[in-house]
C-alpha cells in the first residue's frame, strides 16, 4: 500500500489533530501513537487490498496497488478507527484512543468505539450518521451511511460474512443475519433472524425477503476465503 501524502506526513497531521483539538502530550504519548500508526496501516492495507469498488476503483488502486488518501474520507474513517482500536488493544491506552474516537466522530459523523471489534475486512462507504455498536462482525462487512447497528435489552446481533447495509438502515437486538445478505435502504430489523443469500425489505415484524442471485456482496471484493 502506497500513502499518498507520504508516512511522515500522516504522523504530523495525525499530531496537529491532536494537538489543535484534544490536547496531545507528545512526551507522553508519540511512542504510542507512532507504533500504532504502523501496525493500523498493516491493518488498513489489507481492508484496501480485498476491496474492489467498482467505479471507485481509480480512488482506493493505482498501477494494481492499493493506495491511502488521507484526503479520502471514507479511507480515513476507516484508519482513524483501526488507529483508535488498536491504541486500545495493543496498549490498553484508553485516552488517546478516545481522542481518535472523538477524531473520527467529529470529521466523519461516523460512530464506531474503539472498544467495537469490527472485522479483519470491511469497508465504509459514505458513512456519515452511522453508529456501529458491540455486534459481532465477519469478513467482508459493508455499511454505508445513516445505518445503526445496536443492542436491544443489552443484546446486540450477529452478522455473518458479506454483510452489506445500505443507506438508512438498521439492526437491532437479537438477530442473526446469514450470509451474502443485503440489508435494503430504511429497513429496520429488530430481534428478528434473516437467512442467507437474502435481500431484505421493511420493518420487523413484517420483513420481506427476496432471495439474493446477485452477486453484488461478493463481487466488490478481491480478496476471498
Known sequence: MRIIQGLTTLIEVIEKQLTNILMYDKKREEDILNESIIIALERLNVCLEAGNPGPQRKYW???GKAIFDIFHTDQYALFLYLLSNTIYK???ETSLATRIYVLNKMFHSIDVYFEVELPR?????HPLGTI???ATYSDY???GQRCTVGNNNGIYPNLSEHVT???GSTIIGKSIIGTNCIIS????????????NTIVFGNTPNLIFKENNL????DKWRLKK
Do not use: E, H, W
Open 61 to 63: 488502486f493505482k498501477d
Open 90 to 92: 495493543q496498549f490498553n
Open 121 to 125: 475486512i470491511f469497508g465504509f462507504g
Open 132 to 134: 456501529l455498536g458491540r
Open 141 to 143: 462487512f459493508g455499511v
Open 165 to 167: 447495509m445500505l443507506a
Open 185 to 196: 435502504s430504511n429497513t429496520y430489523i429488530k430481534d428478528q433472524d434473516v437467512p442467507d
Open 215 to 218: 452477486t453484488f456482496c461478493r
